[in-house]
């Protein structure tokens, strides 16, 4: 979905490098959450943050933080990469019920 | 606590043929319900969703899914699938009221055979 951006597409970093993963929207909504995806177990929810002063944990929150620049902006970062966050990461955004996605961002973690 | 399940990993189907993709879900008080299809190297798309109302909804591509209160499932379907079709579908709920956050099931892997 073209009106969710996620930057970088693909990463390859190093155990112990900080990285940080970008997401910009221009829906104009307040909800922006951030999952990750693993094969067989679906998305999990790393952040999710329902306007620019409020923003929660979610179920897997351990070794990651968020920032919300912006209504429109919200970042994830890895303070210290470790070779189990190597996941697809999306971002996603909602006005009230559906959630919207973007394309997401492969990170490895050698 | 909520949960979703999709007991099915892999459905096979040949072109042509009525499809049936199974979730099931668990959640306090009454659900919001959703659909989402992820194709190859692509984000989640949404497809339909329940809130209240009719039990049959119907979504984008041709698909429907029909909202069982009593056995909690929410049951994806399409009368003649699509070699389009074939794609990773993922069922999520979420209760009303503090529960403001989705819960997705594992994953199914739709595969419809030419």
């Known amino acids: 979905d073209a009106d969710v951006t996620q930057t970088p597409r693909n990463r390859i970093t190093k155990t112990g490098k900080r990285i940080m993963l970008e997401c910009s929207q221009t829906k104009g909504h307040d909800r922006m959450y951030w999952y990750r995806q693993d094969p067989g177990l679906g998305l999990q929810l790393i952040y999710y943050?329902?306007?620019?002063?409020?923003?929660n944990k979610g179920e897997i929150s351990d070794g990651y933080s968020v920032s919300r620049q912006a209504q429109a902006k919200f970042s994830l970062s890895l303070e210290s990469a470790i070779p189990n966050q190597t996941a697809l990461y999306f971002c996603?955004?909602?006005?009230?019920?559906?959630?919207?996605f973007g394309p997401g961002t492969r990170l490895t973690v050698t | 606590a909520q949960s979703v399940a999709q007991p099915e990993d892999q459905v096979n189907v040949a072109e042509g043929n009525p499809l049936t993709v199974k979730c099931t879900y668990s959640v306090s008080g009454n659900p919001y319900l959703f659909w989402y299809v992820q194709y190859p190297n692509r984000g989640l798309q949404f497809l339909l969703k329940?809130?209240?109302?009719?039990?049959l909804v119907k979504g984008s591509y041709g698909f429907e899914a029909e909202f069982n209160k009593s056995q909690t499932s929410f049951h994806l379907k399409k009368p003649s699938a699509l070699v389009s079709d074939s794609a990773l579908y993922f069922c999520?709920?979420?209760?009303?009221?503090?529960?403001?956050?989705?819960?997705f099931g594992s994953g199914t892997q739709l595969t419809v055979l030419p």
């Open positions: 999520a709920v979420r209760g009303w009221g503090s529960a403001r956050q989705l819960t």
């Open positions: 943050s329902f306007d620019v002063k409020d923003i």
């Open positions: 996603a955004t909602s006005a009230k019920y559906e959630q919207y």
């Open positions: 329940y809130i209240t109302g009719d039990n």
